[in-house]
């Protein structure tokens, strides 16, 4: 069964410093990837996918990830945060769950917390 | 604007009691989920639907009944035999299960039980 595990819980940064929140998967199968945000009582907010094609993905806001098939991982990075970077990031992979159908499974999330 | 509403936004509910949390989509997407999040849990699949009239149970389905009789509609009971309910409530849906497709989420509903 695929899993995925988000390394850190809480990252604290200084605004305009680079970060990289780490995910790392388990699946035995091809696999799709994506990233997640989610600002404080709101709902999750899509960042960036991986299907196929560039190991290299970009998203909005700045972000970007790599897949990294041999390490089985997709770390979620950005060159220089900001303040309204804050918030909580998961990563997701989807899992095929029979008849056709196909569901995402979350890590546990990475709290971002920017430093002014 | 397209999206997905849930609503209430907060929810209290006294113990024994059943409780139906809404959401609806305009988005014309045939699959529908919900999901639970606890405070360093990440979301947990709670019931997933297809297509109109037909559901199925995820992950945590114990203590949950949904329906969906509109293809828009995809409202979630949260009965009395859930032993602990009080958590954030996500709705999401996707234009379909059988594929990769990206997820989109409601703004939520936080349920708390008094």
């Known amino acids: 069964a695929q899993s995925v595990t988000q390394l850190d819980s809480q990252v604290p940064v200084f605004e305009e410093a680079p970060v990289e929140l780490r995910c790392n998967y388990s699946s035995s199968v091809s696999v799709y990837l994506f990233w997640y945000v989610q600002y404080p009582n709101q709902g999750l907010q899509l960042l960036l996918k991986?299907?196929?094609?560039?190991?290299l993905v970009k998203g909005i806001n700045g972000f970007e990830a790599e897949f990294n098939k041999s390490q089985t991982s997709f770390h979620l990075r950005k060159p220089s945060v900001h303040i309204s970077d804050t918030a909580e990031y998961f990563c997701?992979?989807?899992?095929?769950?029979?008849?056709?159908?196909?569901?995402?499974?979350f890590g546990k999330g990475t709290k971002l917390s920017v430093i002014p | 604007d397209g999206g997905i509403t849930q609503s209430p936004k907060y929810l209290f509910r006294k113990e024994g009691q059943n409780v139906t949390l809404s959401c609806e989509q305009n988005?014309?997407?045939?699959?529908m989920y919900w999901y639970r999040q606890d405070p360093g849990q990440g979301l947990r699949l709670i019931y997933y639907?297809?297509?109109?009239?037909?559901?199925q149970k995820g992950d945590i389905a114990e203590g949950y009944s949904v329906s969906r009789e509109k293809k828009e509609s995809f409202p979630l009971t949260v009965t009395s035999a859930q032993k602990n309910p009080t958590a954030f409530y996500l709705c999401?849906?996707?234009?379909?299960?059988?594929?990769?497709?990206?997820?989109?989420f409601g703004p939520g509903t936080r349920l708390t039980v008094l």
């Open positions: 997701a992979v989807t899992r095929y769950s029979g008849a056709g159908s196909y569901q995402l499974t």
């Open positions: 988005l014309n997407h045939d699959a």
């Open positions: 639907s297809q297509i109109v009239n037909d559901f």
């Open positions: 991986y299907l196929s094609g560039s190991t």
């Open positions: 999401a849906s996707s234009i379909q299960a059988g594929g990769p497709w990206e997820q989109f």
